[in-house]
Nanobody, 123 residues
Framework: QVQLVESGGGLVQAGGSLRLSCAAS????????MAWFRQAPGKEREFVLRTTWSGGSTSYADSVKGRFTISRDNAKNTVYLQMNSLKPEDTAVYYCAAGRPNARTGPGAYDYWGQGTQVTVSS
């Protein structure tokens, strides 16, 4: 069994920053792709960014390039999402996901999901 637990969400003013964490347990994640998705009310879940555990490949949604970064602590099996220059349109529930080595931006390629953490950006 695989568990992903997100933390770090909250309320922030536009222009502010937040860092989300995703702690993974239950399996060896050396071959997993780790990603963040988000879902705003009334909208479909959308890709935010992804990385391999080795860090050899990272990709971002255009809407967050230059503002969001992903990092990891392999010793702790934890992935972080640093969000800077937040905008009201970044308001959503953010989900951590672990997927197959060839997983890209589609949520269907990710087998394990966290419970989500709410991020609210006020204007």
């Amino acid at each position: 069994q695989v568990q992903l637990v997100e933390s770090g969400g909250g309320l922030v003013q536009a222009g502010g920053s937040l860092r989300l964490s995703c702690a993974a347990s239950g399996r060896t994640f050396s071959t997993f792709v780790m990603a963040w998705f988000r879902q705003a009310p009334g909208k479909e879940r959308e890709f935010v960014l992804r990385t391999t555990w080795s860090g050899g490949s990272t990709s971002y949604a255009d809407s967050v390039k230059g503002r969001f970064t992903i990092s990891r602590d392999n010793a702790k099996n934890t992935v972080y999402l640093q969000m800077n220059s937040l905008k009201p349109e970044d308001t959503a529930v953010y989900y951590c996901a672990a997927g197959r080595p060839n997983a890209r931006t589609g949520p269907g390629a990710y087998d394990y999901w966290g419970q989500g953490t709410q991020v609210t950006v006020s204007s």
